[in-house]
């Protein structure tokens, strides 16, 4: 479900992604980021690998999303929710990753790049959700 806006790709509120540009440009893995149009960045790290981000302010990212994402846009490698009141289902997540598509909030996302298979970080709370569920 979009947050403010109906029409994909679910713009952020202020229509600009500053604090996640400032945060690439600041991190030690990432070398360049370029953005490609709205909501949607090339990130080169410093191991040479290529991430196609897509931002975005949904309010519950499920599959749905993903798979309306994946057919408009292409496939990426990364998916960030850019909102603190925003956020995505534990499934949508488990199907990203079995996919090696990293699903995160933006502050994941900054410590999930720092592992090689970034797409497998989990939050401690998912960690002990997966576990419960038979996930791990």
């Not at 790709?9 to 991190?27: I, Q, S, T, V």
């Not at 090339?42 to 499920?62: A, H, M, N, Q, T």
Request: net charge neutral; glycine share 6%; proline share 1%.
């Amino acid at each position: 479900m979009p947050a403010h806006n109906n029409n994909f790709p679910w713009m952020n509120y202020y229509g600009h992604y500053r604090f996640f540009e400032d945060g690439m440009k600041l991190h030690n893995k990432v070398s360049e980021i370029k953005k490609i149009k709205d909501c949607l960045y090339k990130i080169l790290l410093c191991d040479d690998r290529e991430l196609k981000v897509f931002i975005c302010d949904c309010y519950s990212f499920g599959l749905a999303e993903y798979l309306e994402t994946v057919e408009i846009i292409g496939e990426i490698q990364v998916i960030i929710i850019n909102s603190n009141w925003c956020g995505y289902s534990a499934e949508t997540k488990l199907y990203c990753r079995k996919r090696r598509v990293g699903l995160f909030k933006i502050n994941e996302f900054m410590a999930a790049l720092n592992m090689r298979n970034y797409w497998d970080y989990l939050t401690i709370g998912e960690i002990e959700y997966y576990k419960k569920n038979g996930w791990l």
